[in-house]
């Protein structure tokens, strides 16, 4: 197969705290910045920008003050007027916008690192879009050889640039790194660790596509979203009427098959799957609850990469 | 007189005679993202129990922080849960005073008051924990017959779910929690559960422990005679705080992953309690085996706690029966 051939990557950003709450990035970060300080620079192979994406979630160990930040980069909403009454977030969203975009233009940023944590069974999840180009799959490919304490997989939004509200959609190539399960407000040793280890494989990679090496491409496994799955609910309060069932719950990307059990009420009733058969991820995150999501529902798919190579500016 | 006397006095085959518990309140949403509790408490009141008389106890439960409830935080101003002292309930309460001082106030009300004859015989107050508790009874007493008759039968009965019996020292009018309104009280606590969401087996596991303790009062109340024995007791001794910057006060440390989970695990002196977030390993430098609990609990590294540390000691219990008989 023919090898691809791309620009060499020169500037990364990794990014916490897009979410208050998840504290692996929170503390990342500036652990990034401590090895800067006492190392310098040249421990990287490329130039690195760190960033605390939502310092005034952060200070209150909330997910957002206002409005979800990580919804806040569509392009709408990235040039979208700023007046008295604008959201802090969507503010933020255009100040990170100018550090790290203009989204969808030449002076994007190469690569955003995005740290999250879910309180969902996922292990090391990279998110993506499906319009991501080589690059994102084959750090995902990386990835998933390098870390091997815990498992790692694909997911992809199926969703055009435009309308991709993410952080990391405001660079050429970006990712977002999910770690779980954690309870938000708390930090685990072992998901900090595996977080670092795979924003460590990360540069390694760069430094081996930067190199001008090629790449060998082949055939991934990834989990594309379709759809999401709500909780029942009473539907005078609109409160959850049930909990995901315990043969569900933490089994993020397994099969979920038509007559499998999906809820169980407070009363004892079992709630049955009745779709096709798919794979939930997502299972029982905290912060979607007020987004009426129980959990995603994703296909599995093939995909086969090129090999590639980075060609020399 | 102290408890180890009073036994020793008492001819080991007397049967303790205590009063009936007419009264018994299950509160939940103390804080209001701890949802077990929350679910819990809506499932009775829909299911019209707000105040269920079932001869012979009177059942009444309680939302006991609604507007954190409604929020899904743990409080809106203060935490309820430490609102309870002395001095907290007879304060003064004016147009700034926090939400929740007024509430607890309110909550003195009508399960309290707090040290007086009307107080509710029991209080049962719902709980979650991000640590890897399973179910525990927190009180602030280790010779509350009822309450560690209560752990027992729950220890016996429930098979999904390591039952155990924590013991805060400290006296009535400083214990600052809702249960210490009643006559007898105890949160019931129970984890590993992330705050903000349910699981369904922890809200089961719930629903049998409350369950099981209102049945062993209907029994208790209607004359039966429990038979003593003993319970293994968890005294707090102290609590443990994260490294911190000196400057910044950020914690510089996760709880190292030897210890993570490990909850009633000894710890001793030299054994790994963190690991900073460039790797190095800080050890317990305690001289005392300790038993650690409230792991790594998200509503804590607010408080500067990252653990407690407990001594065990095994507790005799007298037989003991309702004095209505």
Sequence with gaps: ?313 | MDRERLLHLRNKEDVVKLPALERVAVCGGTHGNELSGVYLVRERLKKRRKSEVMEPVTVVTVMSNPRAVHRCVRYTETDLNRCFTDAMLSFSVSDQTPFEIIRAQELNSQLGPKGSDQATDLICDLHNTTANMGLCLITYSDCDWICLHICKHLQREMATIPVRYIHYDFPPAEAYSLDSVGKHGFAMEIGPQPHGLIRSNIFTAMQEAVQLMLDWVRLFNSGSEFEGGWVDVYSLVKNIDYPRDPQTHIITAAVHPDLQDRDFCLLHPGDAMFLSFSGESVRYKGKEPLYPFFINESSYYEKGVALFLARRRRVEIPSIQSSRT
């Design chain 1, 1 to 313: 197969m023919e090898v691809v051939s791309l620009p060499v990557l020169h500037r990364m950003a990794v990014c916490g705290g897009t979410h208050g709450d998840e504290m692996t990035g929170v503390f990342l970060v500036p652990e990034l910045e401590r090895q800067r300080r006492e190392k310098g620079d040249g421990i990287w192979p490329i130039a690195l920008t760190t960033v605390l994406s939502n310092p005034r979630a952060i200070k209150e160990c909330k997910r957002y003050v206002e409005k979800d930040l990580n919804r806040c980069f569509t392009s709408a909403l990235l040039s979208s007027s700023i007046t008295d009454s604008t959201p802090y977030e969507i503010q933020r969203a255009q100040e990170l916008n100018s550090l790290l975009g203009p989204k969808d233009t030449e002076d994007a940023i190469d690569i955003i690192c995005d740290l999250h944590n879910t309180t969902a069974n996922m292990g090391l999840t990279v998110i993506s879009y499906s319009f991501s180009n080589w690059v994102c799959l084959h750090l995902f490919k990386y990835l998933k050889e390098k870390v091997t304490t815990v498992p790692v997989r694909l997911m992809l939004l199926d969703i055009p640039i435009c309308d991709a509200y993410s952080l990391e959609s405001v660079s050429k190539y970006g990712i977002s790194l999910e770690a779980g399960p954690q309870p938000q407000g708390v930090v685990r040793a072992d998901i900090f660790n595996f977080m670092k280890e795979a924003v460590n494989a990360v540069m390694d990679w760069i430094k081996i596509f930067n190199s001008g090496q090629v790449i060998e491409g082949g055939e991934l496994e990834s989990y594309m979203v379709e759809k999401s799955i709500d909780y029942p609910r009473d539907p005078e309060t609109q409160r959850p009427s049930a909990a995901v069932h315990p043969q569900l719950q933490d089994q993020d990307f397994c099969l979920l098959k038509p007559g499998d059990p999906m809820f169980l009420t407070f009363s004892g009733e079992t709630v049955k799957y009745e779709g096709e058969p798919r794979h939930p991820i997502f299972i029982n995150e905290a912060a979607y609850y007020e987004k009426g999501i129980a959990f995603h529902l994703a296909q599995k798919k093939n995909i086969t990469i090129p090999s590639i190579q980075a060609k020399k500016d």
